[in-house]
């Protein structure tokens, strides 16, 4: 049971976990997706990418922001079956640029060393990438109608 | 807790995580990152580790630290962009224009010596540290358990001022230790206090403020004046440890944020074994802390916290005037006590830096100080005005000015939005939080003024919990404390009959609404995290709920 009190202009509630278990009867105002005063995630509603997104931090700002940008949107519209491997040479000056930043992206020593197994990590990779794929297509509705949270 | 929370405790500003942690990205942009990121280790055939793991959303990067030894000094005679101040709303400007606009030239120029760096932290995180050379590194651990800088980015990330004309995809440059004294609206242009002028396209006014002072304290002269700290900077955080470190008695005035948080943060301190003989008093004109922002039932709450972290509290404490006897402060109240103390603290304010109005013709608020901007952030054509200093017009809770770190972040990427053509409003409201000590801490967006009305919904403690086992389930510590709670002194007026066990007043877990004619127009989470997207969309709808224990519910405060 929920106890009320009030202090002059202020009211105290006590709520057990029991009074909240019943849905809220409040109602809130319906969201319109293409508000264009919202704040928008990754992807805009218009399918492009969002470069002031919040989450992508400092790496479309910084000294290598425009080789982000160029490999993130080359990925980002690529329709190979392998998805963003039309990108290599985006992906090469991205990185490129990283290393001559180690301050501001560090590479881990430890995964540069798989040289020789080239072939064979690519292969494993295209297996799995297919496999992401498969996963993609069937979730991409769900992704596109979410709404920001 | 925060760190029970699971992903993200604090909302905004959230970084992708490509190769590590997944937690914090939203659902909806995870695949497009997991995707991107394997494309790009299989391209490479090696991981390339991008340090973007999940950051406070307090903070707007995480990146390693590095010294701050400052860009070259050399200063350019035109900037597309000029930025003037280089604290939080300027750097989130700077981000913002260098994500919209391809190849931005963007100049920061600040009379300060240091690169852009976050506020919260020199109050807060930066006095838990265990590092004896804090002072020094600056860096802090976040509530996920991982350190940074209290520096956005380190030097590399920005170019000389040299190289921002010639540099190909454009860069930040910042000019430290210049002020900009002059500014020609007509002319585009400004001067600074070496005569050097500065011409620019856009440009913005982020030159945030500067700490009020006690007038008793100004009048009391030198000798006074050299015990007073006024905490802003870098330089006040370190001269302030040092104090601490030295005397036997601090005295903080002021009952809000800065002075709760730094007498928190010092009682702390002469809790553990290092400061085992300071005295930390904190003395206000209100009943409780943080009088102006919480109804006086939880301002009462909070000061016996802020006690119970070995504060000695002073409450409705009016300061007549201070003197200096045998290298002692002598502090006289109006009501004649007399508190005797080493140094003093002021926390009584912000006073936001208008210095250029006269010379740009620029307004200033009379109501709430700061540059008077348009919804927009804008003062003039090609002049935006954004954090503690800009007096701007929120479509829905009316003009204001707001002096926190979030609304820095906010209206200083709005403001770069704006200054590279979008013509958005001050919509995206802007939080903010404080921590009573590591344990206790509260969320809260919009207008959160105690003079309002408020309707607060706690979670009741049951006759099965203990409190030990409610501090362990809520992970908030303060079961154990609220047992020696005073009750409330008015009368209770009961709706439903009380439960035979009676419990004391125990504000463990809640949501505190603020109304202005029926409507909610501020919020507070008390302990609950994790929940900000929903109050802030309580604020931007705008409604009348008729029962605000319905809509309490939409923020299971049960629940972890």
Partial sequence: ?149 | TRASAGSCGREHDLIISPFFDNSCIPVDHLLTVSLFSFAFCLALSCSLSVPLSCACCRCLMHIPAADSTPASLKVPSHSPYLLIGGGTASFAAARSIRARDPGARVLIVTDEPDLPYMRPPLSKELWFSDDPSVTETLRFKQWNGKERSIYFQPPSFYINSEELASAENGGVAVLTGKKVVHMDVRGNKVKLDDDTEISYDKCLIATGGVPRNLQVIERAGEEVMKKTTLFRKIEDFKSLDNVSRNAKSITIIGGGFLGSELACALGRRCKTTRQSGLEVIQMFPEKGNMGKVLPEYLSNWTTEKVKREGVKVIAEALVKSVTCKDDKLEIHLKDGRLVKTDHIVAAVGLEPNVDLAKSAGLEVDSDFGGYRVNAELQARSNIWVAGDAACFYDIRLGRRRVEHHDHAVVSGRLAGENMTGASKPYWHQSMFWSDLGPDVGYEAIGIVDSSLPTVGVFAKATAKDTPKAATEKSGTGIRSESETEDTATSPVASVTPLPPVAHKDDYGKGVIFYLRDKVVVGIILWNVFNRMPIARKIIKDGEEHADLNEVAKLFNIHED
């Fill in chain 1, 1 to 149: 049971m929920s106890s009320v009190r009030q202090e002059g202009k202020d009211k105290i509630i006590f709520v057990t976990k029991e009074d909240h278990e019943t849905p809220s009867s409040a109602e809130l105002v319906e969201e319109d997706p293409n508000d264009p005063y919202e704040e928008r995630g990754l992807i805009l509603p218009n399918g492009e990418i969002n470069w002031n997104c919040p989450c992508l931090g400092g790496m479309a700002s910084g000294p290598c922001g425009t080789e982000f940008k160029d490999a993130f949107s080359c990925f980002h519209y690529s329709k190979e079956e392998v998805k963003g491997s039309d990108c290599l040479e985006q992906f090469r000056a991205m990185q490129e640029c990283m290393q001559r930043y180690p301050e501001l992206y560090p590479q881990e020593d430890e995964k540069s060393s798989s040289k020789t197994s080239q072939d064979s990590t690519e292969e494993s990779g295209a297996n799995s990438t297919s496999a992401s794929e498969q996963d993609s297509n069937t979730s991409q509705p769900d992704t596109e109608s979410t709404a920001e949270s």
